[in-house]
């Protein structure tokens, strides 16, 4: 790989973006300038001109914190003009490190040897350009959840691309990856305007290098929070139609990169999502186009989402009940 002998400022640049995180991001900084290693590292922390007071506390952190936490405050919201990957670019171009870390302004690090645990394994593992862990749900007061993990599995082992393309295979809190094999595409190159930007980063990392999934909790997604993914399904219905079709498209531009060799999956997660949106928006006709999408599936499985199709909104409401009832 490129630029694995290169002279870095530090050995870990730490990026997290925020917006209207007044109430969560010093649990957040906390955790990154409570980190322990035998190794120097920095936090850009970009502040998307939030409304409240988040970019006072992040100055306020550079002040304390000199040299390690540096502040990146924009005048004006990147994300509401569809400029966030520009936002993004200029923060790469700021990073002084061999190794990028992510942690977004509303989740945080449980594990103060959480750095060191996943640059050793890079260090020693050339071949790899990316390294996951295991973390834990949040709820929006940042409480730990009991009974909810982001574990893809019970033991430590590589992932493969099929695996990322096929769902989420970690929290984007946890990813650790080599900075050199992102720096030819800064932006990948199947993003478009799309949201899932992490999402669309693993796989392209995946391609990049092996990807090692490390069993270890490590941080904390916080969930429940105003103004999520999930908080947008009923409160802003066209957002999440808009972001979902961007999803689907971003799939395609995905499948046309990979040159067909993962078709098959990648058609299979796009309609899966396709058919989820409808199911959330109640919108029958629409469920019936992408319902094949589970053809392949355990029968039980089929049998759900047929059920679903029939009734969509009866079947929302229990799913939400039981969702609530696990939190």
């Known amino acids: 790989m490129n630029g694995l ?34 190794f120097p590292y920095e936090i850009i922390v970009r502040d998307d001109a939030s409304t409240d007071g988040t970019g006072e506390i992040i100055r306020e952190y550079g002040r304390r914190y000199p040299g390690k936490v540096i502040p990146f405050i ?23 490190g061999k190794y990028i870390a992510i942690c977004e302004g509303d989740d945080f690090w449980t594990d103060p040897e959480k750095l060191q645990a996943q640059t050793d394994f890079l260090e020693s593992h050339p071949e790899y350009s990316l390294c996951v862990t295991a973390s834990h749900y949040a709820d929006a ?20 691309t099929e695996e990322i393309i096929d769902g989420w295979t970690a929290a984007t809190n946890t990813v650790v990856y080599r900075k050199a094999c992102l720096e030819e595409d800064v932006i990948i190159p199947f993003l478009g305007t799309c949201v899932n930007e992490d999402y669309a980063r693993m796989v392209y990392l995946s391609l990049k290098g ?13 969930v429940g929070n105003p103004g999520s993914f999930s908080d947008d399904t009923h409160k802003r219905p066209e957002v999440y139609k808009a972001r979902t079709m961007g999803f689907a498209d ?12 993962y078709t098959a999956l990648i058609r299979r997660v796009r309609d899966r999502a396709l058919f989820d949106m409808y199911a959330n928006l109640e919108d029958r006709e629409n469920m019936k186009k992408y319902l094949h999408a589970y053809d392949d599936s355990p ?12 009734a969509p909104g009866p079947f929302n409401k229990i799913k939400d009940a039981i969702r609530r009832t696990r939190k």
Do not use: P
């Not at 007061?141 to 493969?160: A, E, I, P, Q």
């Open 250 to 261: 971003m799939l395609d531009r995905m499948d046309a990169y990979t040159d067909g060799k």
């Open 299 to 310: 029968v039980v499985w089929r049998t759900l989402e047929r059920l679903r199709t029939a």
């Open 74 to 96: 924009l005048e004006f919201n990147h994300f509401s003009r569809e400029l966030t990957n520009d936002s993004f670019a200029k923060m790469f171009g700021m990073s002084g």
């Open 5 to 38: 002998n290169r002279e870095y400022k530090c050995l870990v640049s730490v990026l997290c973006t925020t917006y209207n995180h007044e109430k969560y991001i010093r649990q957040c900084l906390d955790s990154m300038v409570g980190q322990k290693t035998d």
């Open 141 to 160: 007061d940042g409480n730990l959840m009991k009974n909810k993990v982001f574990r893809t599995d019970t033991v430590s082992r590589d992932l493969t």
């Open 210 to 222: 092996k990807v090692y999934y490390l069993d270890r909790m490590t941080g904390a997604y916080r």
